[in-house]
């Protein structure tokens, strides 16, 4: 204590001025310390205590504070405290700090008021300095106090002068006190401490990236391979965030545990649904983390690739779309769920949007009001219009306030500008992915614009590119040759001419550039940055969009807009000009969508006149008459429009063959030849639209009967180009009997149609039927058993006549050799029969022996066919060089496999009917003679026709002769055919023709 | 985007609800951002509530890869978001600088 006092002395001995001002204070001071002047007075010496007293009376007085019950302690603890203020602001603060906290700490306690209050009184200061709740008792205490004061100034002095044994007493108190006092103020200490650490332990320094380290740049924290595992899981969809959050809890519970679980994190991401992800060092620990865990198939997982973790945790995915002013947004809740929003401004942290939108307003013009008074709304959402001023100020005055500017209002605490809404939304209350925009709804926004431009083009295209890059889109038609013009980036304003386009990019050769060194180059554009240029008076069409397939004048440029004068309504439409392009033709479904009639209707004028609708303009159309006329007729001039069924719609051409809708006809008159498919047939006029013409649409109409049919529809199917090769195939034995039959389909009708047949071969063997259809190859068969129809080879059918069954090919032999009766049965007995010796012989069944034979060549023909068929008889043997002939065909094996297997039947017939024929071509005796040569008979045998040969002339007398035995014996031991010829036949030939013939010749 | 009650952190993008910023505020940078009984809308300026990607981190985190790509692995455990939208006002972020703390939006934006 006494330290303190000498401390005090000092001090203020040495500041004097500082004393005397604050006793000129103190001078001033309200009565407290007028009180006690009279002893300042008398101890003048002691300046020191003097001004101690004054000023602990000031303090006592300035804080209001209650007088305590001891004095001299207060008085003691008032030193205290002075001192510490002079020594360490700062310390003060602290130890208020604690004693606020050791108040409420007090108070949490419990401690009584009583016993607090009586604790309070001894460290009177502290207390009072802090304790608001003794003012009320200021006025009660304010005398005692001053008595107290009185007392302890006037002690004061005694305590200094003089060390006496009461005051020892005093003191030890005193001292005890202080140490009691020092051990809270210690307790407090603490318990602020522990109070810090307990509240404030979140104040730790901030360990996140600093200046210093935080300029780490993200590809250096790519992943390698010493980074843990990373394991995609997968899991029930929508339950991903559910398991991340479980499997936090697990870890945090484990660790707790003190058996932590081996994973390092576990995420998930909204774009990769059915899975989270578990980045692990070994992969038991994932076992370990999902066990007991539903949901989740922890057997179903995929080691990521450490290639592709960045892509796990890219922040920004490529679907995203950036909000920035001007796109169009959906909203997703509320009164506006679903409306289009152009977004108008975000706010700064990006959380919440200001959106414009059409306002959905009824003023409460339907809102009913119960009989106690309450508003009931309408649930039903009003339909969007904008905000209406006038209707507002009639239904609903009070909610209607005048906003900032000229059309400017707030409207029950909204926005309103220009009739828009405009309105903060939370970001995710807003949709900014696929939001195709309807026209409907851009109109809306469009009728509001004062400029009344049209729609903010702009946007539009910034929309439309968002929706481009989102669906992959085609962009709209660039085509090779279009002018286009760069609309951005650096080579703005470069005007070319495109030449090629891919996917997204777009080549052009420019055309004309800022840089005159750019001219002519080939760069390559995103079509997004590309405008299609148009001159005035262009005619183009409209292919994208509300207008689309409208055409007409462009009047007007006007940047990425062109102003067009539609043909079809005569008004100005605005479009955007990559929805354009060129076009020569007009179009012409005009604006009949509600008319009855349509282009290429078959309609009727009057009882005579009818015609087909070429033209529609509006509020008339243009007819092609049955005469080839087009005339303009009122809609009220058309009396009917003919629906024919196609059974109605038949002709026949002018060969007489059924033509039907659809087919293709030509027509054979005039000047040139006019081809087309037939659109209508009525009353034998056709109607025939050309792809060649290009007046009236390209149709024209004309009589049936000069037409002639190029394909029907029916026929498409088999319609082949050219001959059919494969037909033509030598190698084919199968002989293609109805690829000659196919042409006698030109110039009549299929004979086989209408007939009765049964089907000879397939599944459905034996089953009969009407033939209503053919073609080339196939009829289709209305079968008599099923109501089915079929197609059917014609070769399988036998044709029923009379009861009669006649097979297909005789049918149509029968049918077209005619008359010749002689020949009737031999040509098919010949053909069938030398088919199957002669093998490729067959087809030819031309008629007639001479013919026969001549029609025999074509197959053997393969290789000889010209020589039998062309030059007939000798000259044939002779010049086509039998060699090749016979020897292709394998003269040894064909004639001995005649020989083997039927030559009997063959040559018998041959010979029946044959001994003309061999007499005839026997005629040519030099030329089997000749030809004979070594080769073909040669082979038979070479004596026999070698001997021909060098006999000359006599070839069969010399065969004959030389014992025809041996020549055709040798082919086949005598025995065979002809060695049965010739043993025998040595008579037969000698006999029959023997000398006769064969030896005339 | 979530709807929950839940608020990410755009500095540090740990995910709390409104309430745990409010009462005890962001355990990584309640130092600078001062959230906890900060009434006057520090958490509605410096927290998001749309953000995205969930990841659970756990004490052990330096040696995870994902919170070093995602640059949170000297934070406590905890769920962080994965993309955090909105940005911090300019005012704090400047406010950081002088603090040398570097701030890198956690919205997409940043780039290197």
């Known amino acids: 204590m006494s330290d303190t006092g000498i401390h005090s002395a000092n001090e203020s001995g040495d500041s004097t001025p500082l004393n005397v001002k604050r006793e000129r204070e103190d001078e001033g001071s309200p009565q407290p310390s007028k009180s006690h002047k009279p002893n300042d007075v008398s101890d003048e010496d002691e300046s020191a205590d003097k001004e101690l007293a004054a000023a602990t009376a000031a303090k006592v007085e300035s804080l209001d504070s209650a007088a305590p019950a001891g004095a001299d302690e207060g008085q003691q603890e008032e030193e205290n405290e002075n001192e510490n203020e002079n020594e360490n602001d700062e310390n003060e603060d602290d130890e208020d700090d604690d004693d606020d906290e050791e108040d409420d700490d007090d108070d949490n306690v419990g401690s009584s008021k009583k016993s607090k209050r009586r604790r309070a009184n001894q460290f009177l200061d502290i207390e009072a300095e802090v304790d608001d709740e003794e003012e009320d008792e200021l006025d009660e205490d304010d005398e005692e106090a001053e008595l107290l004061r009185e007392q302890f100034i006037s002690d004061d002095p005694n305590e200094r002068e003089a060390n006496i044994p009461g005051h020892d007493d005093d003191r030890l108190h005193r001292q005890y006190d202080q140490r009691r006092q020092e051990a809270e103020d210690q307790d407090a200490e603490q318990l602020a401490e522990t109070l810090k650490q307990r509240y404030r332990k979140t104040h730790t320094v901030y360990r996140g990236d600093t200046a210093a380290s935080g300029l780490v740049s993200q590809k250096l924290l790519m992943p390698s391979i010493n980074d843990p595992a990373i394991f995609a899981i997968r899991c029930t969809p929508g339950r991903e965030k559910e398991l991340v959050r479980k499997l936090y809890e697990k870890k945090r519970t484990l660790a707790r545990l003190g058996r932590p679980l081996e994973v390092l994190s576990v995420f998930q991401r909204d774009a990769f649904k059915g899975y989270i992800y578990i980045e692990a060092k070994k992969p038991e620990a994932i076992q370990q983390a999902l066990t007991g865990m539903v949901n989740v198939y922890a057997n179903q997982r995929i080691i990521v690739p450490v290639s592709e973790y960045p892509d796990l945790l890219k922040q920004v995915k490529s679907t995203d779309v950036e909000i920035v002013p001007g796109i169009y947004v959906r909203i997703t809740r509320g009164k506006y769920k679903n409306d289009l929003a152009i977004v108008d401004n975000l706010s700064e942290n990006g959380l919440e949007v200001r959106c414009k939108l059409v306002p959905r307003l009824d003023y409460g013009k339907n809102d009913e009001t119960t009989y106690d008074g309450k508003v009931i709304k309408l649930k039903i959402r009003p339909m969007p219009n904008l905000f209406n001023e006038q209707e507002a100020r009639t239904y609903d005055q009070e909610g209607l306030q005048t906003g900032r500017g000229l059309r400017s209002y707030i409207y029950r605490g909204d926005e309103y500008q220009d009739g828009f809404l405009f309105k903060d939304f939370k970001l995710q209350y807003i949709q900014t992915k696929d939001i195709h925009p309807r026209l409907d709804e851009l109109d809306l926004f469009q009728s509001g614009s004062r400029t009344g431009d049209g729609m903010d083009l702009a946007n539009v295209a910034a929309t439309l590119k968002n929706s481009k890059t989102q669906d992959g889109g085609q962009s709209s038609a660039f085509q090779p040759g279009d002018n286009v013009e760069i609309r951005r980036g650096e080579q703005a304003k470069t005007v070319g001419k495109v030449v090629g386009v891919s996917l997204n990019e777009v080549t052009i050769v420019v055309v004309d550039a800022g840089d005159k060194q750019m001219i002519n180059r080939e760069i390559t554009v995103t079509s997004g940055d590309l405008r299609k240029v148009f001159a005035l008076g262009d005619h183009v069409k409209v292919i994208e969009g509300k207008h689309t397939d409208r055409t007409g004048l462009v009047i007007r440029l006007d940047g990425d807009s062109v102003v067009l004068l539609s043909d079809q309504t005569r008004e100005d439409i605005r479009v955007f000009a990559n929805y354009l392009i060129k076009a020569t033709d007009s179009s012409t479904s005009a604006d009949m969508v509600n008319s009855m009639y349509e282009i290429k209707d078959l309609v009727q004028l009057n009882a005579s006149t009818f015609g087909v609708i070429v033209k529609a303009e509006t509020g008339f159309y243009g007819i092609l008459t049955s005469d080839g006329r087009v005339v303009d007729v009122k809609p009220t001039g058309i009396s009917r429009k003919l629906k024919l069924s196609s059974r109605e719609q038949v002709a026949t051409d002018k060969h007489g063959l059924t033509i039907k809708v659809g087919d293709s006809v030509k027509e054979k008159g005039g000047d040139k030849k006019k081809e087309g498919t037939i659109l209508h047939i009525y009353k034998n006029i056709l109607f025939i639209e050309s792809r060649e013409l290009t007046e009236n649409l390209g149709i024209f109409a004309t009589n049936a009967l000069n037409v002639s049919t190029v394909s029907t529809k029916d026929l498409i199917m088999s319609r082949n180009l050219g001959p059919d090769l494969s037909r033509m195939n030598p190698n084919l034995k199968l002989a293609p009997i109805a690829a000659q039959a196919t042409k006698m389909r030109v110039g009549g009708r299929d004979k086989l149609i209408n007939k009765d047949v049964v089907i000879n071969s397939g599944n459905h063997k034996g089953l009969m039927g009407k033939v209503i259809e053919t073609d080339d190859v196939d009829a289709r068969i209305e079968l008599h058993t099923k109501a089915k129809k079929i197609k059917v080879n014609k070769t399988k059918l036998s044709v029923l006549i009379r009861g009669e069954s006649i097979p297909y090919l005789r049918f149509i032999g029968a049918s077209e050799t005619g008359g010749r009766g002689a020949h009737l049965s031999l040509g098919p007995a010949f053909s069938s029969g030398g088919r199957s010796v002669l093998g490729g012989a067959t087809p030819a069944v031309g008629g007639g022996a001479a013919s026969a034979w001549q029609g025999k060549t074509p197959s053997t023909s393969a290789g000889a066919t010209s020589s039998w068929g062309s030059s007939g008889g000798s000259s044939a043997w002779g010049s086509s060089g039998a060699t090749s002939t016979w020897g292709a065909t394998g003269g040894n094996s064909t004639w001995g496999a005649s020989n083997n297997s039927g030559a009997g039947s063959s040559w018998d017939a041959s010979r029946q009917g044959g001994n003309l024929a061999w007499g005839r071509t026997g005629g040519d005796s030099s030329a089997w003679g000749k030809s004979g040569r070594a080769s073909v008979w040669g082979d038979g045998k070479n004596s026999a026709w070698g001997r021909n040969n060098e006999g000359n002339n006599s070839a069969w007398g010399s065969n004959n002769k030389q014992g025809g035995n041996s020549s055709w014996g040798a082919q086949k031991d005598n025995s065979s055919g002809w060695g049965d010829n010739n043993t025998g036949n040595r008579n037969v030939w000698r006999g029959n023709g023997g000398g006769s013939s064969w030896g005339q010749q | ?112």
């Not at chain 2, 749309?50 to 455990?77: H, P, T």
């Not at chain 2, 955090?84 to 972020?93: A, D, H, S």
């Not at chain 2, 950081?96 to 570097?102: D, P, R, V």
């Open chain 2, 1 to 112: 985007m979530s709807s929950r009650t839940e608020r990410a952190c755009m500095l540090c993008g740990i995910i709390q609800s409104y309430r745990m910023f409010l009462e005890a505020g962001c355990p990584n940078c309640e130092s600078v951002l001062h959230y906890a009984d900060n009434e006057d809308g520090q958490i509605q300026n410096c927290t998001s509530p749309s953000y995205e990607g969930l990841v659970a981190l756990g004490d052990d985190n330096k040696a995870s890869w994902v919170a070093r790509w995602l640059r949170i692995e000297s934070f406590v455990a905890g769920l962080y978001a994965v993309k955090v939208n909105g940005k911090l006002p300019p005012q704090i972020i400047s406010d950081l600088e002088e603090q040398n703390i570097s701030y890198r939006p956690r919205d997409g934006s940043a780039q290197d």
